[in-house]
T-cell receptor, first 115, second 111 residues
Framework: GAVVSQHPSWVICKSGTSVKIECRSLDFQATTMFWYRQFPKQSLMLMATSNEGSKATYEQGVEKDKFLINHASLTLSTLTVTSAHPEDSSFYIC???????????FGPGTRLTVL | DQQVKQNSPSLSVQEGRISILNCDYT??????FLWYKKYPAEGPTFLISISSIKDKNEDGRFTVFLNKSAKHLSLHIVPSQPGDSAVYFC??????????FGAGTILRVKS
């Protein structure tokens, strides 16, 4: 149980284009989903928290107009990196938790490379 | 300000022996603690958690100990296996809010 998937697992795009990453909870209802970013040899950095049906709450320093988050259902959240630039290249990981637990279950991550 | 600290960047243990990973925190409001295991280019895998009302939780080879007065928790893996080699993150949360992660400890189990 508690399986979270992400799609795509890796993506290469040109500078200036937008990329959408999907995060799905496969066997539970995720009332809250989180988006993280991990730079090489560093810990996970929380970007934003989203509750189903509500606007996402972004961490300080994260541009909400650049990283669009949608959590339209209890099993799906999307992160769209708009007008991507090479400095956006990173490993993006989502996590999800249900209403009855504080444990977050993580997706496998998406490697984004912007050329 | 790092609220969750893992002061050992790496740990090397012989197969079959005990691995002890340590974590310290500063925020007394944290009430839930978790350990995750992570391989490169993969998402973290949940291992075990503990609520602040307990001081020990055990699941198979994994045991987490919590010392609230010292604001310290540890993960014990026994016996250690080569497949346990990975990066281990401790994390903490307060009132069901966002997780705060430590920097991670690389565990190498030698066969």
């Amino acid at each position: 149980g508690a399986v979270v998937s992400q799609h795509p697992s890796w993506v290469i795009c040109k500078s200036g284009t937008s990329v959408k990453i999907e995060c799905r909870s496969l066997d539970f209802q995720a009332t809250t989903m989180f988006w993280y970013r991990q730079f090489p040899k560093q810990s996970l950095m929380l970007m934003a928290t989203s509750n189903e049906g509500s606007k996402a709450t972004y961490e300080q320093g994260v541009e909400k107009d650049k990283f669009l988050i949608n959590h339209a259902s209890l099993t799906l959240s999307t992160l769209t990196v708009t007008s991507a630039h090479p400095e956006d290249s990173s490993f993006y990981i989502c996590s999800a938790k249900g209403s009855t637990t504080d444990t977050q279950y993580f997706g496998p991550g998406t490697r984004l490379t912007v050329l | 300000d790092q609220q969750v600290k893992q002061n050992s960047p790496s740990l090397s243990v012989q197969e079959g022996r005990i691995s002890i990973l340590n974590c310290d925190y500063t925020n007394s409001m944290f009430d839930y603690f978790l350990w995750y295991k992570k391989y490169p280019a993969e998402g973290p895998t949940f291992l075990i958690s503990i609520s602040s009302i307990k001081d020990k939780n055990e699941d198979g080879r994994f045991t987490v100990f919590l010392n609230k007065s010292a604001k310290h928790l540890s993960l014990h893996i026994v016996p250690s296996q080569p497949g346990d080699s990975a990066v281990y993150f401790c994390a903490a949360s307060a009132n069901g809010n966002k997780l705060v992660f430590g920097a991670g400890t690389i565990l190498r189990v030698k066969s």
